[in-house]
């Protein structure tokens, strides 16, 4: 790889950092807004989790590595532990469900470890490298 595709791709990565600790600041912003009232409308106890969800499944089906779906793959599973949660679906509430999270990241680095191999072969042009990492 040369410097210049290196450099993007530091680039790529950092802008999308970026991008998702914003997103995910005003998120959780508004939903402590929501909790002691200080929004205009309510945000609900749907809205907010399908959110997330939502930022979960972009950020799985516009990855360009197995870390990114994975992470994105975590955060849509999280997005359904919240919903879970919060509507206390099957009674579930946020103090006996907290092993849902655990199955959430879990999945996601195994759908991480299970995609190194194809994203490497696709950068690669095809060969498979026997360094997976």
Do not use: K
Not at 37 to 44: A, V
Not at 82 to 94: D, R
């Amino acid at each position: 790889m040369t410097e210049q595709e290196q450099g993007f791709w530091v680039e790529r990565g950092r802008s999308s950092r970026l991008f998702w600790g914003i997103t995910l600041i005003v998120l959780g912003s508004f939903a402590a807004l929501d909790y002691v009232g200080m929004l205009p409308w309510p945000l609900g106890r749907t809205t907010w989790p399908f959110i997330v969800i939502v930022l979960g499944v972009v950020r799985a089906v516009t990855a360009w590595s197995a870390r990114r779906l994975g992470g994105g793959v975590t955060l849509a599973l999280l997005g359904g532990w919240f919903w879970i949660a919060e509507n206390h679906w099957h009674g579930f509430t946020w103090a006996n469900s907290w092993p849902l999270a655990l199955v959430a990241s879990g999945t996601g680095m195994v759908v991480h470890a299970l995609a190194v191999p194809l994203y490497r072969r696709q950068r690669d042009g095809g060969v498979v490298n026997a360094d997976v990492r």
